[in-house]
Every structure is written in structure tokens, then in C-alpha cells.
Nanobody, 127 residues
Framework: EVQLVESGGGVVQGGGSLRLSCAAS????????IAWFRQAPGKEREGVSCITSADGSTFHADFVKGRFTISTDNAKKTAYLQMNSLEPEDTAVYYC????????????????????WGQGTQVTVSS
């Protein structure tokens, strides 16, 4: 059974940084696609970033581009989301999602492409 466990959330002042981790277990970590989504109170879940194993392609939503970076450590079976220059608007529960296939030349942050989800980790940015 595939399991994803997020960690690294917390409370930070605006302009600060956090690094979220997503530890994966239960799949071979061959082909994969991993993404981060977030959901703020009263809002729909939105895609933040994704990365694909086929060629390491990444995608970052415009609202985080230049501030957030997604990466993976295959040896540790862990994905990361480095978040810099955080803003109060980044406050949300952040979810890691994954599936056991891959794409070349890019990836997509649409929930329909991901079968496995973590439980989420809260990020709160104070002004």
C-alpha cells in the first residue's frame, strides 16, 4: 500500500521560509509523478508544483514561481517543497500527492492525475 506522510509545516512570519517533506513508502519509486497541492479555508484545493521522474521536469504555479521549489531525493524516497518569501496568502493545508507513472517534458497539477495522497500539513504565515 502506498503511503505518503508530509511534515515540515508550521507558523512563520511573512518573508520567512519553510521546507515541507513528503516521505513515500509502499511503491518501488521507479516511474513516478509527485505534486504538492494546497487548500485554504473556504477555497478549493489548488495545484502548487509537480515533478516527474522521467526527465526531472518540474512545474510551478504562477503564484509560487520564483519562490517555491520542488525536488526529490530518490535514495530517501522523499519529496520536498522549499518555500521562500512566504506570504500570508500562502496559508493553507499543504498536501503531497503521487502516482506510479511518469511524463516527459512536464507534469500537471490536476487532482485527477494522482491516486495517492498524504494527510496534509498546516502552513500558517503571519503578517
Amino acid at each position: 500500500e502506498v503511503q505518503l506522510v508530509e511534515s515540515g509545516g508550521g507558523v512563520v512570519q511573512g518573508g520567512g521560509s519553510l521546507r515541507l517533506s513528503c516521505a513515500a513508502s509502499g511503491f518501488t519509486y521507479g516511474d513516478y509523478v509527485i505534486a504538492w497541492f494546497r487548500q485554504a479555508p473556504g477555497k478549493e484545493r489548488e495545484g502548487v508544483s509537480c515533478i516527474t521522474s522521467a526527465d526531472g521536469s518540474t512545474f510551478h504555479a504562477d503564484f509560487v514561481k520564483g519562490r517555491f521549489t520542488i525536488s526529490t531525493d530518490n535514495a530517501k524516497k522523499t519529496a520536498y517543497l522549499q518555500m521562500n518569501s512566504l506570504e500570508p496568502e500562502d496559508t493553507a493545508v499543504y498536501y503531497c500527492a503521487a502516482d506510479t507513472y511518469s511524463w516527459r517534458y512536464g507534469c500537471y497539477v490536476d487532482t485527477k492525475y494522482y491516486s495517492y495522497w498524504g494527510q496534509g500539513t498546516q502552513v500558517t504565515v503571519s503578517s
